[in-house]
Structures are given as structure tokens and as C-alpha cells.
T-cell receptor, first 113, second 110 residues
């Protein structure tokens, strides 16, 4: 059974640009959550999508947005990048029913210069 | 502010010993609790999750939950050098979002 696939693995962007990250969940999983991990703030929740609907959103500015497609794949977009957006962005896949755990992908390492 | 607190460590134990990792949470609405292991440069890997008060065992790992005390722990028996990693405690409630602690760095000394 394939795991959670995140692309790309690494990205370098310039301040002011925008970026789109992709996540394909485990087959059959309908929930995709996004997290930001930084040395200073640790792992912080961005948002969760279930069956193409955003069910929950963390405390991040509107520059951070996402969507989910009918095949459960999800994308996250960050516009007007700031230096502080440099982080490891992780996507977590789950059945979305509240049972079981959340499986993380390998992450996308974003560096903003 | 819903918080999950972990003993920050670092924690060092000799090979073969029991490592004890602790976590407290502030939100009484939290229903599910998770322990993740994260090796340096890698993504978190789920070790165990627990919903009910008491102990849950899986191989060398035992998770313990006490909802009255808002306390979760992870015991690693017969610790191995390969267990050296950062251990993250997380809580989830009805919102289905994970709130993570800052992690405890464990080193198992050969």
C-alpha cells in the first residue's frame, strides 16, 4: 500500500513569489491535513480537507490556502512568500472518521530567500 | 490556548533500559492521543495512538493515558540505539486537528 506522497521534496523561492505544494494521500483516505514545522514553533496545524471541503483551519494568515480534488489529492498554496515561511511543510493522511492515526508524508522543505 | 506540554529533555538512557516520556495536555475536550517518532531530517512516524484510560501495549512500546490528570506517557522497554530520535506527543479533539508538543529528544547510549 503506497504511503503519502508529497511533491516537490525541496523548493527554493524568492520573497514575494508564490508556491504550490502537492500531497497525495494513502489510497482510500479522504482526509488530508497540512502542518508547518519550524525549529522555533514546532509542528503547527494549517488546515484539513475532507471530501473536497475544508473542515478546519489553523491560525495562519490568508496567504496560506489549500484545496482538495475529487481523488483526495490536495494542494497547498502560499502567496507573497516571506522569509518566515521557510519551513518543512507536512501533509498527513487519515480516513477522516476519527479512528486511527494520521500518516505523514516525507514533507516539502521550502526555503525562502 | 490549547497546549500540549512535554518534558523537553534531552533524555539519555543506556541501551536495554526503559525510557519514559511524558506529556500533559490542557484541553479536556481532547479525545485521542498520539505518539510520533521523528528522526533528524525525516517526517514524523506514528508509533501508537490511545483513546481510553489505561495502558496500551505494542511490542516494546506502552502508552498510558490518564484523562483525569490530563497526562499521557510512552514507555520504551529494552531501548535500542535505533530508538534515538525526537518523540512528539499530540492530542486531537472533535476538530480532528493534531496539537503537538515541542518534542523530547531521546538518546540511547550503546
Amino acid at each position: 500500500k503506497a504511503g503519502v506522497t508529497q511533491t516537490p521534496r525541496y523548493l527554493i523561492k524568492t520573497r514575494g513569489q508564490q508556491v504550490t505544494l502537492s500531497c497525495s494521500p494513502i489510497s482510500g483516505h479522504r482526509s488530508v491535513s497540512w502542518y508547518q514545522q519550524t525549529p522555533g514553533q514546532g509542528l503547527q496545524f494549517l488546515f484539513e480537507y475532507f471530501s473536497e471541503t475544508q473542515r478546519n483551519k489553523g491560525n495562519f494568515p490568508g496567504r496560506f490556502s489549500g484545496r482538495q480534488f475529487s481523488n483526495s489529492r490536495s494542494e497547498m498554496n502560499v502567496s507573497t512568500l516571506e522569509l518566515g515561511d521557510s519551513a518543512l511543510y507536512l501533509c498527513a493522511s487519515s480516513a477522516g472518521t476519527g479512528d486511527g492515526g494520521y500518516t505523514f508524508g516525507s514533507g516539502t522543505r521550502l526555503t525562502v530567500v | 490556548q490549547k497546549e500540549v506540554e512535554q518534558n523537553s529533555g534531552p533524555l539519555s538512557v543506556p541501551e536495554g533500559a526503559i525510557a519514559s516520556l511524558n506529556c500533559t495536555y490542557s484541553d479536556r475536550g481532547s479525545q485521542s492521543f498520539f505518539w510520533y517518532r521523528q528522526y533528524s531530517g525525516k517526517s514524523p512516524e506514528l508509533i501508537m495512538f490511545i483513546y481510553s484510560n489505561g495502558d496500551k501495549e505494542d511490542g516494546r512500546f506502552t502508552a498510558q493515558l490518564n484523562k483525569a490528570s490530563q497526562y499521557v506517557s510512552l514507555l520504551i522497554r529494552d531501548s535500542q540505539p535505533s530508538d534515538s530520535a525526537t518523540y512528539l506527543c499530540a492530542a486531537s479533539g472533535s476538530a480532528r486537528q493534531l496539537t503537538f508538543g515541542s518534542g523530547t529528544q531521546l538518546t540511547v547510549l550503546p
